[in-house]
C-alpha cells in the first residue's frame, strides 16, 4: 500500500490562487501515472489533471490554462497550481497515482472557493 498525503487546500476568493501538494515515499511518481482529481458535493469525482511518467502533461478543458500539474521528482512530490479559481472550482481534491492494477489515492483536501 502506498500512502499519498495531500497538501494547499483551504479558503481562497475568486480569482485566487492555491497549490496543493501530493507527497508520496521513494520515487513512485517518476514510474506511475499520477493525477489531481476532484469531488464537489453531489457529483462524480472527475479527472482535472495528470502527469506521465515521461512528464507528458493533460488538464481537463474545465481548467485549462487556469491549472498547472508538475512534478519533482527529487522531492517525490506532485503540485497543481490552480490560478483565477472560480467557485465552480469548490471541491475536494484528490491525489491518484497509478501503474497498471496498481491505484493508490490519498485522502483529499479541501478547495473552498468563495468571497
Known amino acids: 500500500q502506498v500512502q499519498l498525503v495531500e497538501s494547499g487546500g483551504g479558503l481562497v476568493q475568486p480569482g485566487g490562487s492555491l497549490r496543493l501538494s501530493c507527497a508520496a515515499p521513494?520515487?513512485?511518481?517518476?514510474?506511475?501515472?499520477t493525477g489531481w482529481y476532484r469531488q464537489a458535493p453531489g457529483k462524480q469525482r472527475e479527472l482535472v489533471a495528470d502527469?506521465?511518467?515521461?512528464?507528458?502533461?493533460n488538464c481537463a478543458d474545465s481548467v485549462k490554462g487556469r491549472f498547472i500539474i508538475s512534478r519533482d521528482n527529487a522531492k517525490n512530490t506532485v503540485y497543481l497550481q490552480m490560478n483565477s479559481l472560480k467557485p465552480e472550482d469548490t471541491a475536494v481534491y484528490y491525489c491518484?497515482?497509478?501503474?497498471?492494477?496498481?491505484?493508490?489515492w490519498g485522502k483529499g483536501t479541501l478547495v473552498t472557493v468563495s468571497s
Open positions: 491518484n497515482t497509478r501503474l497498471g492494477v496498481m491505484n493508490f
Open positions: 521513494g520515487s513512485i511518481f517518476s514510474r506511475y501515472v
Open positions: 502527469i506521465t511518467s515521461g512528464g507528458s502533461t
